[in-house]
């Protein structure tokens, strides 16, 4: 069934594809969230109450529910997705004009030998050298060489010209399009632009309960946007949208292929950050339940997501994950079904409207 | 027999027992609100602490107890019916081997282990190597436990000798502790709050939320501290009085807080002893450094570990905590020898 048909019947917002594609072609490692926030902003900026950027530079939104602001009890929700990306960084150029970078977030070493990557503002395109293999040594071949000994080729001759392009501290991103196949939409970044399209998608029309949607930086790197978001913000509870590693893959035990790509919304009972709000879980499920819409879990115990800041900030604040599982994120392409993030939507408006009735 | 109220063997009874790990302190809750009917208001907050508010006019001080237990989570349901776990606190995964875990819904199950490749020590073991024998079969086992179920290591109270065993007794020692020390009170001069924190397993997490919203003035928490293995240097004795703590993993004693609890157990005529220690934290170092920071006593209650999940505490340890608390909570404020900074309150709608 068309996802357009299905939204048009439940009164939920539909999932805006177009904020995908654009999210994630657009680059913004943790630090450097503006060319992702300038998007986001011209996406939702006709739809919201009040929109403005804090001192962390996350991008926070508030939106009145539909009725006016005079509904009682209904509580202030949150929602959030991070913008930044896991990247680089440029921290000095060799005298042949070659780059060495640092990790910012975390990334598999494995994944970076031969990449191609977009280097600063100006886009410079770079490739992390390969040695030949007349120069490869057999003990080379079989080992992981760590960050510290890669370097990032721009083509520049000399520190001089490769200065000229780029500086030292520019963040470095992987350099992916994004494509689609049938239902597979694959791009990079999807951890967390899937989750920054979904809230964006999800304020294209007034909420039923007073909602602060808040994109926030530097998830990656700690989760400090969210810190300084929450104590401002103060919601009374808070849902987090991300995109979530997926477990189905070949020579993988069954029992181990959880969550699915396709799956539908990924729910969170915990992680290292967060031990979910046990009433939010229950609403979810029971929402989920009602609407026909499959859920499945998230692999407790590992990872950990703004969630975790948010529940922590100020006297407390009930907190839950909802996310799109994607295959291989934290590297340069990952997929996605596209009919997960649409059901998220769903999901969680839905959830919205529960929580206009009841929230003890 | 009828126990008087605040008797410490009637509240280790019902809280020892009570369902509570971190996160889903739901029995634990409902026991603490029973137990504390008439004493003052109570409330749940955001990420499941208990709040005892007891009114007054003096300055706010801030009593604290841990109320969650090790537990753990299901994290997949496999073929033959068993379901592979993560510990949410605890010890670690050797201890956990062997215990019987409870169910909200009053499901059982057992903690067995994945035996380690010959030459690789139990003890070296991390909760991969453990799982859940639940007795059911996959479909039947997927429905019972279906993954994202937490447990709780469940707690039996026992007495040998002098001294208590259970595996919950951190920290619901120290809960019935407060507790007794609530109910024998008479009149406090002072605002108090009294929390039962959440959470305190997974890195106090209730206690930092919690102190944040009470702003207090003062804090006393109270709390179980192992001691007296092999390896520890400390001098700390079972059966020697409670400790106070002077410096533990995100914690240092404030100086006139620590004066006060010297005193208020001199005056109690309770023998004290002296924690040090350089690994292990307790609820203090989340309190202590809540909003703007709040100066906070430690009172640790000696226990020794058993090499299961279970632990040790001496009755009489018990007994002299509850009376340095009640002297605590008697003695008047100090007078501030440096006026603290001026806050405004935060929040509050």
Known sequence: MPAARVAKRSGAPRFEEHFLKAFSNADGPSGWEAPVRELIVGAVRDNVDRLEVDAMGNLVARIEPSGGRSRRGAPHVMLCAHMDEVGFMVTAVEKDGRLRFRKVGGIDPRILLGQVFRVGQNGARGVVGVLPAHLLTNNDMNKVIPIEELFLDIGAASREEALQAISIGDLVAFDTTYESAGRVRKGKAFDDRVGCAVLASLVQKRPPVPVTAVWTVQEEIGTRGAAAAARRVAPDLAIVLEGTASGESPGVSPEEQQPRMGGGPTITIQDRSLMADARLIDLLEKTAKRRKIPTQWKRPGVGGTDAGRIALSGAGVPAAVVSVACRYIHAPAAYLDIRDPQRVVELVWHALESLRKEWP | ?349
């Open chain 2, 1 to 349: 027999m009828k126990l008087r109220p605040g008797s410490l063997d009637a509240l280790l009874k019902t809280l020892v027992p009570a369902y509570g790990p971190p996160g889903r302190e739901t029995g634990v809750r409902a026991a603490l609100r029973t137990v504390l009917r008439g004493v003052g208001r109570t409330r749940e907050d955001a990420l499941g602490n208990l709040h005892l508010h007891i009114p007054g006019s003096g300055p706010r001080l801030l009593l604290v107890a841990a109320m969650d237990a090790p537990g753990v989570i299901v994290t997949r349901v496999e073929s033959g019916g068993t379901a592979r776990i993560d510990l949410l606190g605890g010890r670690g995964a050797a201890e956990a081997i062997g215990s019987t875990v409870l169910f909200a819904d009053g499901e059982r199950a057992l903690v067995a282990y994945d035996r380690p490749a010959s030459g690789k020590e139990v003890g070296a073991l991390d909760s991969s190597s453990l799982y859940l024998a639940t007795g059911y079969d996959k479909t039947a086992a997927s429905k019972r436990f279906p993954v994202g179920s937490v447990g709780m290591l469940e707690a039996r109270l026992d007495r040998l000798g002098d001294q208590w065993r259970a595996s919950s007794l951190d920290n619901r020692a120290g809960a019935a502790a407060v507790a007794a020390a609530v109910l024998r009170s008479g009149k406090i001069p002072y605002d108090l709050h009294v929390i039962f924190t959440a959470q305190s397993e997974l890195g106090s997490r209730g206690a930092m939320t919690g102190a944040f919203g009470v702003e207090p003035e003062m804090a006393v928490v109270v709390e179980l501290a192992h001691v007296g293995e092999a390896k520890d240097q400390s001098p700390v004795t079972l059966g020697e009085g409670p400790c106070i703590g002077l410096k533990e993993h995100g914690y240092i004693a404030h100086p006139q807080a620590l004066e006060m609890a010297r005193k208020a157990a001199k005056a109690a005529r309770v023998p004290i002893q002296y924690l040090v220690r350089e690994e292990g934290s307790s609820d203090a170092g989340a309190v202590r450094r809540a909003g703007p920071g709040v100066p906070t006593v430690l009172i640790a209650i000696p226990a020794r570990k058993t090499g299961g999940p279970d632990s040790l505490v001496h009755a009489r340890d018990l007994e002299r905590t509850v009376d340095l608390v009640v002297r605590l909570l008697a003695t008047p404020p100090a007078p501030k020898p440096v006026p603290r900074a001026r806050t405004p309150r935060r929040g509050g709608k």
